[in-house]
Nanobody, 122 residues
Framework: QVQLVESGGGLVQAGGSLRLSCTTS????????MGWFRQVPGKEREFVAR????????DYAVSVRGRFTISRDNAKNTVSLQMNNLKSEDTAVYYC???????????????WGQGTQVTVSA
């Protein structure tokens, strides 16, 4: 069974940076496209970024493009999200997702972590 555990969330001032990490176990990590999503109370979970199994392909939500960078280390079974120039609207619970695919309704993941809170103060 695939398990994902996020770390690295916290409180940061606007303009600051945070790095989220996700460690996986129980599967062939390099086979899966991995991604990050986020959710605020009362809203649907939204796509943030995705990286292909090899790391060669990356996709970003328009709202984070140029500020966030997704990366992975297949030797360590980890995927990371470097978040720079954070804004108050980036405040959310961030979820790591495994086996991410694009559907007609947008990006979705098959496996999910428990989430980590990111709070950006104005």
């Amino acid at each position: 069974q695939v398990q994902l555990v996020e770390s690295g969330g916290g409180l940061v001032q606007a303009g600051g940076s945070l790095r989220l990490s996700c460690t996986t176990s129980g599967g062939d990590f390099s086979r899966y496209d991995m991604g990050w999503f986020r959710q605020v109370p009362g809203k649907e979970r939204e796509f943030v970024a995705r990286i292909s199994g090899s790391g060669a392909e990356k996709d970003y939500a328009v709202s984070v493009r140029g500020r966030f960078t997704i990366s992975r280390d297949n030797a360590k079974n980890t995927v990371s999200l470097q978040m720079n120039n954070l804004k108050s609207e980036d405040t959310a619970v961030y979820y790591c997702a495994g086996a991410v695919v694009r559907t007609g309704a947008g990006w979705i993941g098959l496996y999910w972590g428990q989430g980590t809170q990111v709070t950006v103060s104005a």
